[in-house]
């Protein structure tokens, strides 16, 4: 089901396929909220937690096309970070392709600033090298911090 939503909500060059979605969601640290409606999972948020280095990363935040707009990217997005509160975790990640315009100002709405590159954990540095190395354009992504 998550596999659908995923693939539903991004086009198939950036969604997830079945093996890299369950490998994700079977990574030390990661956590997976979803909310139904009507019995149905209509929106999910995987997110993976370094407990150590009281880090987070959301690793995806999926709503479903019909039900954008409704609250649902916010309510858990504000789920996992109550989670991660709890966990003491002080630092919450992402990346967002940058032609997700809509999650882009999302994200900024809700508290997550723009890293410049001399910010980026050796992660993101890493991610941005192979993805060039790949043809894609090296502004391809945008990485987002927030403080919890």
């Not at 990574?27 to 909220?33: N, S, V």
């Not at 858990?76 to 630092?91: D, K």
């Not at 919450?92 to 508290?111: C, M």
Request: aromatic letters at 6%.
């Amino acid at each position: 089901m998550l596999l659908s939503i995923d693939e539903a909500c991004f086009p198939p060059e950036i969604a997830y396929d079945a093996m890299d979605l369950r490998h994700m969601m079977s990574r030390a640290g990661a956590e997976t909220l979803v909310l139904e409606e009507d019995g149905r999972i209509v929106a999910f948020l995987l997110m993976e937690v370094d407990r150590n280095r009281k880090t987070a990363t959301l690793v995806t935040l999926d709503v479903l096309k019909d039900h954008r707009r409704s609250g649902y990217a916010s309510s858990l997005l504000a789920r996992s970070e109550q989670m991660l509160a709890g966990l003491g975790v002080t630092s919450y990640k992402l990346q967002v392709d940058t032609q997700n315009e809509g999650a882009i100002s999302f994200y900024r709405k809700n508290g997550f600033r723009d890293l410049a590159a001399e910010e980026w954990t050796a992660d993101m540095a890493l991610i941005r090298e192979i993805e060039t190395k790949q043809g894609l354009l090296p502004d391809a992504r945008v990485f987002m911090r927030r403080s919890l």
